[in-house]
Each structure stands twice: as C-alpha cells, then as structure tokens.
C-alpha cells in the first residue's frame, strides 16, 4: 500500500551495500506500489540479496509458475545477487565467532535465530563500513552487536495496519567488547 519513512534515506543510502532479508524481499514482491516506493529512496546505493535469501524466499515454493514468478522478481535489474566464492570463507568463520557471542551472552536460549540470518549479520560484519540491512525480525539481529539505524513502515493490504522493517548496521565497538569478553573464556593456546 504505502511506505512511511524518513526522506533522508535517500542520502542515508547512498554508495551503501543495501541487504534485504526475506520478511523485507517478500514485502516488495507481494506490493508493487511500495517497491516502486523503495527503489526511489534507494537509487543512490545498492540492493543486494544474500545467496541464502534468495534461498530462503524461494524454497518451499512448489508451484512452477509462482517459482518461475519469483524467480523473475528476483532477477530484476535493481537487484545485485551475492555470490562471491573468494569471500564465503571469511562469512562462515564470522558467522561463527557471532554464534559464539550471541550462546554466551544467552541471545539464543529465548530466540532462534535462523542460519540465513546469522549468515546475514556475518555478511554485515564482514562490510561492516559500507553495509546495511533491512529485516523484518529486529531480534534476529541484537542490540549487543548491531544498530538500527532506521525504522521503515510499511502499510498493510486489506487491513491498514502498519508493518515496521528495521535498517540494521554492524557496530563494530560492541562487537569488540563482547568479542573481547568471550576470548576471556576461551583457553590460550
């Protein structure tokens, strides 16, 4: 329907590395009017989806037409596939180091928090001056380690109600001092 959000995103977005996670990418296929909305406040940077987002947006789909539909949607031109094989190593050893965090400071035993999205924080750390995300589930993505920068809403179909979508960014001082109080426990070698 309508999305509500600072207009000063549009510099905010510029020359950024704009991740969308699949709450956010699902909200943009299922409303055109609100994509044609996003993609104006986002012409200055860059949308880019994770290999395991699309993979997450299209498993389970098992109609051919609605997965070549969505197939299609993800191909579109204002959006940049990630797929960097020289990279992926350094994702999973940071996806690991926040997994270790997020057990000692006890983030998981409440949340479950999924692999997609312990991949995506890792792909945020890894660009952590130049990258943002954008997610539909805030708690994916704690306060320890990750700021919100700002708040999207999105006006629901049918309803009318108001769905928020948080743009997140890596902090890399507070993952410091919590890196620094896990390596505390961790023997030396």
């Known amino acids: 329907m309508k999305l509500y959000c600072d207009s000063s995103l549009n510099d905010f977005f510029k020359s950024k590395y704009i991740y969308l996670d699949n709450d956010f990418l699902g909200q943009l296929f299922d409303d055109s009017e609100v994509f044609v909305d996003?993609?104006?406040?986002?012409l200055k940077g860059s949308l880019h989806i994770d290999r395991y987002t699309q993979f997450e947006f299209l498993r389970e789909v098992f109609l051919p037409q609605q997965f070549r539909i969505k197939k299609e949607f993800l191909e579109k031109e204002v959006f940049f596939p990630v797929n960097n094989l020289y990279i992926e190593n350094k994702i999973d050893e940071n996806a690991l180091v926040l997994s270790k965090i997020y057990g000692h400071k006890g983030i998981t035993k409440n949340t479950k928090i999924s692999l997609v999205?312990?991949?995506l924080a890792s792909r945020l750390m890894?660009?952590?001056k130049n990258a943002v995300l954008i997610t539909g589930n805030k708690r994916d993505f704690p306060s320890i380690i990750f700021d919100v920068i700002t708040?999207?809403?999105i006006e629901q179909k049918g309803d009318g109600s108001i769905r928020s979508f948080c743009v997140v960014k890596f902090n890399k001082d507070k993952f410091d001092i919590c890196y620094d109080e896990l390596q505390i426990l961790e023997p030396k070698r």
């Open 126 to 128: 890894y660009q952590e």
């Open 151 to 153: 708040v999207l809403n």
């Open 117 to 119: 999205d312990l991949f």
């Open 38 to 42: 996003f993609i104006k406040f986002t």
